[in-house]
């Protein structure tokens, strides 16, 4: 057994402190963790290889919680992060539980989030999305469903549309040609780009037309 002899704030993190045993420093301890603790304390092996354990899983969780406090993650990408800073599989897995219990890691919102920000602020085809999804490492099932329903026609025009804005003055050929190399490298197929392609330039040139013609 091992007595505590103090239990002092650490310097560089004041939410963590560092305990003696037996006049010696011997680990540190998230404050959480060690609200029980009180100078004077005896404690023996098992008791301390769980302190560090309710530790490990405590660091985990608070880095989790700064990873996604970026932006929402996926799970595989909460696990690689984990992994990073080197916490062992049980403690991440541990990490994942807690996160999934707070609503916090949901993959089946992640990829559903990704596909509506992306409809947004950055059209782009199922196919690219779907590739999007498994590079962040979503099941087939979640990412399945968050694409189900998607209209390709309706994003490729909203993506072309967007870029037509910028290609005002371009002729039929060098129109046609920009916008669908556009829309291309957002993963169109060439049976969707030909005619939201076509239908951008007659709209865009309805519109001119008709401005030309009612001015006096």
């Known amino acids: 057994m091992a007595k505590i002899t103090a239990i002092e704030p650490q310097k560089r ?3 963590r402190v560092n305990v003696h045993l037996d006049g010696n420093y011997a680990f540190g301890l998230a404050r959480i963790t060690a609200a029980w603790l009180k100078v004077g304390q005896e404690l023996g092996e098992d008791k301390i290889a769980s302190l560090q354990v309710q530790d490990d899983c405590e660091r985990a969780y608070q880095q989790a919680m700064l990873f996604l406090s970026y932006r929402p993650r996926s799970e595989s990408e909460i696990r690689q992060n984990l992994n990073k800073h ?7 897995e541990h990490t994942l539980e807690r996160l999934r219990e707070n609503r ?24 690219a999305l779907q590739i999007e999804l498994r590079q962040k490492g979503l099941s087939n099932e979640a990412t399945q469903s968050a694409l ?12 072309g549309l967007k870029k037509a804005h910028h290609l005002p003055s371009e002729e039929w ?30 709209e865009m040139h309805t ?3 008709s401005d030309y013609e009612e001015e006096p």
């Open 13 to 15: 993190d004041p939410n």
């Open 148 to 159: 189900e329903g998607l209209d390709e026609e309706a994003l490729a025009y909203a993506a």
């Open 173 to 202: 050929a060098g129109f046609r040609k920009k916008l669908s190399e556009h829309l291309a490298r957002r993963g169109f197929p060439h049976s969707v780009v030909a005619p939201v392609v076509s239908r951008i330039w007659n």
């Open 86 to 92: 080197e916490f062992s599989q049980d403690v991440i």
């Open 207 to 209: 519109e001119q037309k």
């Open 104 to 127: 916090l890691a949901d993959d089946g919102q992640f990829a559903r989030t990704w596909v509506e920000n992306r409809n947004t602020f950055r059209p782009r085809s199922r196919r």
